[in-house]
């Protein structure tokens, strides 16, 4: 018998594997491998939550249209170029379908967000990476590489897991190497924690181009990553065909809710930027004392290098897996970067202070040959 098959591209998905939660050993565990918001949600999202429960029986607005206009009145935009979806993860999946098919590229950077190839892949299209340059997108090698099978560029502003960030020159300069049939998508999911003056989330490009769409979530600053909450911002046209594609009640009636809150909460919104403006540079000042690498990162977390060839006497052992392998029997939990091609690194996220603080010293033992059993 004959079973059925799936689309090519399916099976060379590896399906996408988040941040662990446990440790596995009976320890409390700090989870500092998803990126997730170090202070949590806003309060006023967490009431507005819980004031949905009386009404889980009811499908939720489809179209959104409450939740887009807090966001349209925070940022100044077009509430009607807004797409609200389950998670960035889903517009990014969305963007794709829409855009590219069997026969057709998708181009991203070589250590990019991982959504872009499997959706690439998902869609039927072949994924493109483009080399890296000292951990940084570099225009020159994306725009060597279209072809005029290329439908979508991702480019993650800043960049997980590297830190990394596009300037807005940098940026402005890639989209005019684009062809006008070229959709490119600017991934900022964490622009909020950028500080650097020459930064560019993209909402501008998004604003005036016909190919350009910006992408956000509510996963990361505003804590709601249970919620899977984020958004698009782009032109009327690409605007109206994902609206095509998507699910009618794609967005729950809980996650609107929370999100008008959290959106509307702009005092919540300066705390969890000051705390991750004083804990990122700590956290980056004393990973170096210990003499690791630690690279820049505008971001709300860190990219560790640990030396990339393994002791051979085991007790020995320096590199990123040992690390792993520590920081986890001592209840903390940084993510493994194999999958993104940096096996000799690790990501931590910005924790609370204590958490930060536990990091360094299990580092330290670790660094110092104390490594736990």
């Known amino acids: 018998m004959t079973a059925p098959r799936p689309r090519p591209g399916i099976m060379e998905i590896e399906a996408y594997q988040g941040g662990k939660a446990e440790t596995g050993n009976a320890l409390p565990a700090i989870k500092l491998s998803a990126n997730e918001s170090a202070i949590g949600p806003s309060p006023a999202a967490v009431a507005a939550f819980r004031a949905t429960a009386d009404r889980l029986h009811r499908y939720p607005e489809g179209g959104s249209e409450a939740l887009r206009g807090a966001i349209a009145r925070r940022h100044n935009l077009d509430p009607a170029r807004i797409v609200c979806g389950a998670g960035s993860d889903e517009l990014i999946a969305l963007l794709t379908k829409a855009y590219a098919g069997p026969g057709e590229e998708v181009l991203f950077t070589e250590h990019g967000f991982l959504m872009y190839k499997l959706s690439a892949l998902g869609a039927g299209a072949t994924p493109v990476a483009a080399p890296e ?147 990122l540079p700590w956290l980056t000042k004393e990973i170096e004392k210990l003499g690791l690498v630690v690279h820049p990162s505008a971001g709300n977390f860190v990219l560790v290098a640990f030396p990339a060839e393994p002791a051979t006497d085991r007790k020995a052992r320096r590199d990123a897996a040992a690390a792993g392998a520590h920081l986890e029997a001592e209840g903390l939990i940084p993510r493994a970067m194999g999958a993104y091609g940096l096996p000799h690194c690790l990501r931590i996220s910005v924790g609370l202070e204590d958490e930060n603080r536990a990091v360094v010293a299990s580092l330290a033992r670790f660094v110092g040959g104390r490594v736990a059993a």
């Open 133 to 279: 340059k000292s951990l940084r997108a570099d225009v020159d090698a994306l725009l060597a590489r279209l072809t005029s099978r290329t439908r979508l560029v991702f480019v993650a502003n800043p960049n997980n897991p590297t830190g990394s960030y596009l300037t807005s020159d940098e940026l402005h300069r890639l989209h005019a190497g684009l062809p006008e049939d070229v959709l490119l998508v600017i991934d900022a999911a964490y622009a909020e924690f950028v500080e650097h003056e020459d930064y560019d989330s993209g909402i501008g490009l998004a604003a005036e181009a016909a190919n350009v769409v910006m992408t956000r979530t509510f996963s990361k600053l505003h804590g709601l990553a249970a919620l899977r909450l984020g958004w698009l911002f782009g032109p009327a046209a690409v605007v109206d065909v994902v609206n095509r594609l998507r699910g009618p009640f794609n967005v729950s009636l809980p996650a609107q809710a929370a999100g008008i809150a959290a959106i509307e909460d702009t005092e919540h919104e300066v705390k969890a930027r000051r705390h991750n403006a004083t804990w």
